[in-house]
Nanobody, 124 residues
Framework: QVQLEESGGGLVQTGGSLRLSCVASGRTFSSIALGWFRQVPGKDREFVAG????????SYGDSVKGRLSISRDNAKNTVYLQMNSLKPEDTATYYCAARVGIEPLVVPGAYAYWGQGTQVTVSS
């Protein structure tokens, strides 16, 4: 079992920045690949970013490339999502997800463990 707890969401103006954090527990952190997803009501959960077990591989959704950056600190059992140049369309609930494996994947069904989510609202 892996428990995930996100933090760092909030209200920010267009063009602003936020950093989301997700702390994992319950399993050796370096044994899991991690992803960030987001969801708005009435829409499917969308892949935002993913990072491999040791951080050597990252991937991003097309809508966030160049603005968002994922990283992890295996000593702190924490994955981060640095969000810059935020837009109103980035408004969503952001979820941290974990899968036992080497590489992150873009489909939500590949992840067995999910956090409760943190709300990000970008005002225009």
């Amino acid at each position: 079992q892996v428990q995930l707890e996100e933090s760092g969401g909030g209200l920010v103006q267009t063009g602003g920045s936020l950093r989301l954090s997700c702390v994992a527990s319950g399993r050796t952190f370096s044994s899991i690949a991690l992803g960030w997803f987001r969801q708005v009501p009435g829409k499917d959960r969308e892949f935002v970013a993913g990072i491999s077990r040791y951080g050597g591989t990252t991937s991003y959704g097309d809508s966030v490339k160049g603005r968002l950056s994922i990283s992890r600190d295996n000593a702190k059992n924490t994955v981060y999502l640095q969000m810059n140049s935020l837009k109103p369309e980035d408004t969503a609930t952001y979820y941290c997800a974990a899968r036992v494996g080497i590489e992150p994947l873009v489909v939500p069904g590949a992840y067995a463990y999910w956090g409760q989510g943190t709300q990000v609202t970008v005002s225009s």
